[in-house]
């Protein structure tokens, strides 16, 4: 019996292997990484994908800047873009605002 439950957990293990493996494949490697931030120089031979733009969400948050880029770039990571300029920054009242990046896609 205990050789039994061996290999039960070996097979369970397994199957848990393979189908992660097969979920991963069907990813490329660039939809895992995060944007980098970019000057245009960097851009000039990508391709544009579009401009995203990213809240700080509300309350009081007075690094307002840093949650609204995370929202960016989380953004943009969805799209599979690889590169990111940051656009501008507009505070909305004293403790929230939005982020605007231009995103851009590069072959390595």
Not at 8 to 37: E, I
Not at 88 to 101: E, L, M
Request: glycine share 8%.
């Amino acid at each position: 019996m205990p050789a039994l439950r061996t290999a039960l957990g070996y097979h369970r293990h397994l199957l848990k292997s393979l189908a992660l493996t097969t979920c991963l494949l069907g990813f490329s490697l660039d939809s895992f990484a995060q944007p980098q931030v970019a000057q245009l120089t960097d851009v000039k031979n990508c391709q544009y994908l579009k401009q995203i733009e990213g809240g700080s969400g509300y309350g009081k948050n007075f690094s307002w800047q840093k949650l609204a880029k995370y929202a960016v770039l989380s953004q943009a990571e969805k799209i599979a873009a690889t590169h990111v300029i940051w656009v501008r920054f507009d505070p909305v009242g004293g403790f929230n605002g939005i982020a605007v990046a231009n995103a851009y896609r590069c072959q390595s």
